[in-house]
C-alpha cells in the first residue's frame, strides 16, 4: 500500500489533532482524566487507523482501517458536540471547523477505495 504521509486524509486528520490538543487545553481542570482525555485518544485514533490501514497488504485491509477512522471521527463529533453543550468549548472552534473537513475527505478515500474494489 501506499505511504500514508501522502493521503490528504491522514494529513488532515493529523491537523485535527494539532487543533483539538490546542482547543480543550482551557477545559475545566477536573476534565483532565475525563473528556478532555477521551476526546484526546478519539481524535488521534483517527490518523491512527489511516496510516495503520496504509500499512497493511491490501486495499481491503485499508478500506476496513479508514472505515473504523470514519467512526471515530463520529465518536470525536459527539464528543465535541457534548464539549460545546457543556460551554467548555466554542461552537465555531477549528477543532469542530476541521472535523468536518476530515469528515468529507475520509468518506472521499472510502468511495475510491470501493471503486478500486469493485
Known amino acids: 500500500m501506499s505511504?500514508?504521509?501522502?493521503?490528504?486524509?491522514?494529513?488532515?486528520a493529523m491537523s485535527l489533532v494539532e487543533a483539538v490538543y490546542r482547543d480543550?487545553?482551557?477545559f475545566p481542570r477536573d476534565e483532565t482524566f475525563g473528556l478532555r482525555a477521551?476526546?484526546?485518544?478519539?481524535?488521534?485514533?483517527?490518523p491512527s487507523n489511516?496510516?495503520?490501514g496504509s500499512g497493511r497488504n491490501s486495499s481491503g485491509e485499508l478500506r476496513q482501517f479508514v472505515g473504523i477512522a470514519s467512526g471515530s471521527l463520529?465518536?470525536?463529533?459527539?464528543?465535541l458536540e457534548l464539549a460545546t453543550r457543556l460551554g467548555f468549548l466554542d461552537a465555531d472552534a477549528?477543532?469542530?471547523r476541521q472535523t468536518d473537513r476530515v469528515g468529507k475527505l475520509v468518506n472521499a478515500l472510502r468511495r475510491s477505495l470501493t471503486?478500486?474494489?469493485?
Open 94 to 96: 477549528t477543532a469542530i
Open 74 to 79: 463520529a465518536e470525536l463529533e459527539t464528543q
Open 50 to 52: 489511516i496510516a495503520e
Open 24 to 26: 480543550i487545553e482551557n
Open 38 to 46: 477521551q476526546v484526546r485518544r478519539t481524535a488521534v485514533s483517527v
Open 3 to 12: 505511504d500514508h504521509k501522502n493521503l490528504l486524509a491522514w494529513r488532515e
Open 115 to 118: 471503486r478500486t474494489d469493485a
